[in-house]
């Protein structure tokens, strides 16, 4: 029993490696890291055009520093 229990806890070890390292694949720091960049206003993510009116003051997180705009002009995907 002693045997089969440690084994079973080694491979449950492994497994829990292995999801801790896809989990931080993914952590928006790891993305940063990457090159990609992520873009808030008042303090939350921006996913739409919408979101935003013009005069909005966003923030853009890269990997080494932070920037900080204006909203000048909104175009919409369907406008290009």
Do not use: H, W
């Not at 089969?4 to 940063?32: D, H």
């Not at 055009?49 to 997180?61: N, Q």
């Not at 990997?63 to 369907?78: C, F, H, Q, Y």
Request: positive net charge.
């Amino acid at each position: 029993i002693t045997l089969k229990t440690g084994s079973v806890l080694k491979q449950k070890k492994y497994k829990l490696k292995l999801c801790e390292k896809s989990i931080s694949a993914f952590s928006p720091e790891r993305m940063l890291e990457r090159g990609f960049s992520m873009t808030l206003y008042e303090g939350k993510i921006i996913r739409s055009v919408i979101d935003l009116p013009l005069g909005a003051r966003l923030e853009t997180r890269l990997n080494d520093g932070t920037i900080e705009s204006l909203t000048e002009r909104i175009i919409k995907k369907d406008e290009c």
